[in-house]
């Protein structure tokens, strides 16, 4: 039996996708690709995959080359200053200088899970928003957490409904409501909620309840005040906006969470934020760090304060965002968000027209111009695609993206106007583009 | 005020370990370094660091490659595919066929917690061993999670008295006991229980108790037989034996864990085998996945499989520790581990005489020769020091790591005779060496 | 005195680019850059550099990874049989099975130097045309060898005048002609002469001389038929249509070339074929080769076989070219090269319209849209750009690089209709896509 | 037919080593090798290989990393800045403030050809020294490139004779020698000549002929003095001291040797020094540059640098090589120099007792141990095997050599006292060890 090869970006791999044991040798012979013996994805094209999924994200070149190290003990001397380093650079991105940064080995449900469990305890009632799948999986995680969850829901492609929050709040004449929970931007709608008005929902009605916000699509690439908006618990994952593969579950508290872990009875071990901060201290962590993703992160960071900090960065992405929405206006299609304040900038969700399925359009942008685009997600799927541009992206990478959706849109059925969107945004662009920062001189 | 410079191994970051507001700034230059006033750790030496710690461990070059990849979609149609093929291939580590490998991102840490709250409930009881920091850990995670844990102490350098355990099995007349917790391979002290011995041990007491084991540092280096040994769940990560860095809790459940599933009401999300094994058999993950540790992974699998598989893999690790052993007894010291059937072939952990401070050993061999060596940890600190020689590991390496030793071992005052380890190990290394496969020709 | 800081793609060095004594450190704090005090260029914008000249030209990332090797000896015993297959598998790219592959270690221009010093002696007529700088630095070397050189003039924009050659040819009744040397695709002007019909012309003449063809940036990418057009020696180079870095001058011979090396009397060691053939057959090299470079051609070798071999290759680059030249008669401008048979698929010259300094365009791409166009060279300079097509590249790549030129050049003063470029070249590319082999199970 | 494959270090390739159609494909399955029907080497042991010839040498991991770069523009306007620093940085390793350094993209042996083309005319009487199969090869090039050639014989195993070179000065009354070739460091065997004293020769004899040295395998690792010693070039490559791969052929000329250009007429183009002087002022280069390499180059250098510059780099050369020949003292061996002032710390080359075949002991060492050291070369062949130590090494790389040659040594039959060649290195190292540099603080 020969092992049939596995290909993703020109890694092959020996894999047991079929079994040939029928057939000749030579039928594997890459100088001679026999299309229909060999197994699925197989095949290395010419160029690159252009992706535009919204996370994981395209690493920029140096922090891969910051993660290509050997093996290295973290037990060595140098670690602490390292890590108490890689803590306070955090702060950056959270927008916050008082608050608590905590780095987990996991991903963002981790995170979740981390927020949820040091500050509550089973039985205490929660109120959030249910706008899209991951507004909705943090739902289903807080009640098989035991919370008594209070759901908002919205339209897919609507943000959290301020209004809504001030009559549950305002119903809540016992303050019983421990803690409101928000997904910041939503990343199977492109929808970015308000976190601000939130925030002023809950200063109006004086409640007390903790603001625990997922910002894993938002936090490193849209504006985020973790201090101004007063939010308790912030959590990001590594392979959005800050650029590096998935490992990664960061998350920010403030005091006020942190006084919570004395009185929240969730049992937590691995996601529990006290022996971070037995340790953070002193430079060291309870269990192994990812020391490769520790480095792609500093070197993440470094680019992104380079870049000028956050607000330069929000502003990146706006202008990207708006270039993307150009093109869909030119293409004469809409965005799953219609109010333009909830548009989010960290990617944009396209809906296809009516009798078009959407998962088509992915699959022929993947299939003829190796293109990986967002799909339709649980309640939308078929109907929406998705192109991502958040973390290191450029007008020109987005471009490309633009270029290949426009052909798979049209190779789908979907009637547009050949360069119609294109067009649009590059308009947008050029009327918008600065000269990048040291290359001033060569426009003399 | 001027940012100052960490290194680990080459790498440089500005980290703002001191600062020199007062000093010029020619005091930074790299052509004149100023030990005086350069911060702590900021120099890369010639040649390499040479990594002894028992995890994390070398990485294979090959290894390292493979991680080196772009942004990649993990909902490309060709993951699925790749993924069955990872956890298929886990199965050869674990010495099952039946078993049901789940890949977490996470830590070992995060692995013990999976074995834990998916086949348990808060106050269930269950029995293990504490001897080293590693399994003292693991029973305050019980602990802390509720459980109403019996904990056998033993000697800090002994391993899991079956004896004892028979004892509390023999008690449990009411067959009260849900779980039979081992570390296979203490860290801390050098030292493989005898899984296979504790199986017999609840088979003699026909005893239902499910058996978790801790394999962080033996799976994937040493004899672990699932399957044979009847194991419940197995927990392992992958930055020990199999040479990965950091970021995969890997485990592996049986039939009768699964089951328990359903009755266990510890309360677990992230960490819940449930949802990854709805995705998992159409190679599906409920969240992002960590690709270039999973290339890693495949890459390291792979490396042991044209070793010859886990015999082959586990006769090398024997081999290298015996040789590790050799040089110990060569220099008149004794390791930690008395009990010849429980020396570990993973790390080799020396006791230091009266006297002498171990951290001493440990620090010189670090400042001096850049050699990174295990310290000693909680009761045995400053008593032993610890030699890893698990994982990506010849016999030449591990002869450089003795070398470093003795050298650091007489630097601290501990009297012996020089080249009297180094020409032991060397000897039977010499005596039990094979002709590496392919290359038999050149021995004619 | 601060060392200032220069960054190409994101990597960073302290030069000396300018000096700083007087300003304070903070200054060069990355978190707060200041434009007017920072050294040209040294900045790293989120994305990509986006490059798109003629050479050196986009690396795929697997073979980025195969040059990621340790030091290694290549009189290790492995070496001999990997070498042998690196000087076969080159056959492929130059369309010969008889011909006699030699690399060298330098550049395309060791190569013209090769191709020269072993056939010819110092006083030997050759025939040679002139239509661009390459051409033109041709024929310079064949002068300072010594050569007696004629040179046939052309337009810079056309190929290579069969008919003049067939009169010099015609009056050289006494055969003394010794070679006739070509450049077959002319990176200054986008013009690929074509070498069959010179062939043609030789033979029709039934003149002996050799033929040497410059391939540097045709062989690879383009039809190339060293055996049905009898070329004698063939020249390209490693950072070409191969795409990997600069650093391998890999020639070609025929069996009558071979022969000249005899009588040849032009002095040479470094470049000599005979070293390199005495050694090659066992697997040797007279001197050390470069081995990461190797690897990569062999990596990139492999993914040209596996796109189907050169004719794949070839019809590939025609199609990217065909979509490039759509966009520029959509912006109504013309290419350099007039004459359809001669058009590049290696890459497009642009003119820009009277009163345009093409230069400008090339410096706004790269200080507003971080795109690395060609420069107009020598006589052409200010007239034109270049956009190169060859190597490692799709039609989403060169999709970005066509809205970034169209920026560019409405931004330098060019009157244009925007998005009418980039419409044509997606319309053409999608009316010809096909599906990427093992993908057509999602286009069911 | 399936083709077989070949590894080094890990890397799988497929190759045409054996075939194996008659063979069942089963017999290729990596999990159950087959020792009899796999090709030669294509077995990837654990751990790593053992570098430990004279060049190419063991590559820091942080030039590793900073040769993995996409690729680049070298007409990007970053450049000439980079390429300026580049040639500015190189004068540190050829002890020269006023020299001219020049960078070609080739190899050592590219460099000898440039340093006679550009300086000496067919004819011209020079005088030289063979002594190794290196010095060999430069007079075979001398010869070959015209010139006339005095050869002043040495035993292998000493350096350059001072004073027959003296007594060949005196005899050329009329001055008609036009320059002495002086083969620094001999690789063939561990002999650095002295080159003050041949400096001091020609001036004792007011003789102004050029002095040209092959410093490949030296400069970078050992003292040298462009200035003080008044050589007119001086060559070097990058795969010796400076650790980085082959592929950069590095010269230094003085500005007698450059006012030799005008007047040499030996015909020359690639390697002429015209065409770089006339560009490389404005960091420009006359043909497209190893971008990857200079990277590495830079990285190379700033980690000398940092280790104090080349007094610091020579002592660690020095250091190192004692601890080498005490171990050779240690087994009862000779290394082939036996003149202490030219014993050359850049390699060790050992004599083997009369009846053991030396390539015998290299070929145990890589078919069990996994160590590369270099064999005994043309009239050394058999008698002599060499242990590089020179570029990238520390002394517990050097130690785990020592361990493996020791361990080659007895399986060839070499009669020795296991353990007594590390013992004495060890010992040597240990009394001669610093702290290194910002980790004083651990030795408190």
């Known amino acids: 039996m020969l092992t049939a090869r596995l290909v993703r970006n020109g890694r092959k791999a020996f894999g047991a996708a079929r079994t040939f044991s029928s057939l000749p040798a030579e039928a594997h012979d890459v100088a001679s690709p026999s299309p229909d013996t060999r197994p699925a994805y197989s095949h290395t094209p010419a160029g690159r995959n252009h992706l535009f999924v919204p996370g994981p994200v395209n690493i920029h070149d140096s922090v891969l080359r910051a ?30 200088t008082d608050g608590t940064p905590i780095i987990f080995p996991g991903t963002g449900t981790g995170g979740w899970e981390s927020a949820l469990t040091n500050t509550l305890s089973p039985g205490d009632r929660v109120v959030t928003f249910r706008y899209g799948l991951f507004s909705h999986l943090w739902v289903d995680m807080m009640q098989r957490l035991g919370l008594d969850v209070t759901v908002i829901e919205g339209r897919w492609g609507d943000g959290a ?70 939010v308790d618990v912030a959590v990001t994952g590594s392979q959005k906006a800050l650029s590096i ?12 969470a942190l006084g919570c872990m004395k009185t929240a009875t969730s049992k937590r071990v691995y996601y529990d934020f006290a022996d971070m901060l037995r340790l953070n201290p002193s430079g060291n962590v309870p269990y192994t760090p990812i020391l490769p993703l520790l480095y792609g992160m500093e070197q993440s960071l470094n680019l992104l304060k380079e870049e000028g900090g956050m607000p330069a960065v929000a502003a990146r992405h706006h202008r990207l965002a708006e270039g993307c929405r150009a093109a869909v206006a030119g293409w004469g299609l809409q965005t799953l968000c219609r109010e333009p304040r909830w548009k989010s900038d960290s990617l944009t969700v396209i809906e296809v027209p009516e009798g078009i399925d959407s998962q088509k359009v992915v699959d022929i942008a993947y299939a003829k111009y190796n293109l990986s685009l967002g799909i339709g997600l649980a309640d939308v799927k078929g109907k929406v695609f998705r192109i991502g541009h958040l973390g290191n992206m450029d007008e020109l990478m987005l471009a490309s993206a633009l270029c290949g959706a426009e052909m798979a849109l049209l190779d789908a059925g979907v009637k547009l106007t050949p360069g119609s969107g294109v067009a649009r945004a590059l308009e947008y662009w050029r009327s918008t583009a600065r000269v990048i920062p040291t290359r001033e001189g060569l426009m003399q």
């Open 161 to 230: 409904y301020e209004d809504k929050l001030a009559e549950v709040l305002k119903a809540d004449t016992g303050k019983k409501i421990k803690a409101v929970c928000v997904v910041h931007n939503e990343t199977t709608t492109g929808v970015t909620s308000d976190i601000g008005e939130v925030r002023k929902t809950l200063d109006a009605a004086s409640h007390p309840a903790l603001l625990l916000v997922d910002g894993v699509s938002s936090i490193g690439a849209l504006d985020f005040q973790f201090e101004n908006w007063r």
């Open 67 to 96: 993660m290509h190290v050997p093996g290295q003990n973290h037990r060595d001397p140098w670690f602490p200053e390292f890590y108490k380093k890689c803590l306070s650079d955090l702060k950056m991105i959270f927008g916050t």
């Open 245 to 256: 593969p998935t490992g990664l579950a960061m998350v920010c508290a403030s005091d006020k």
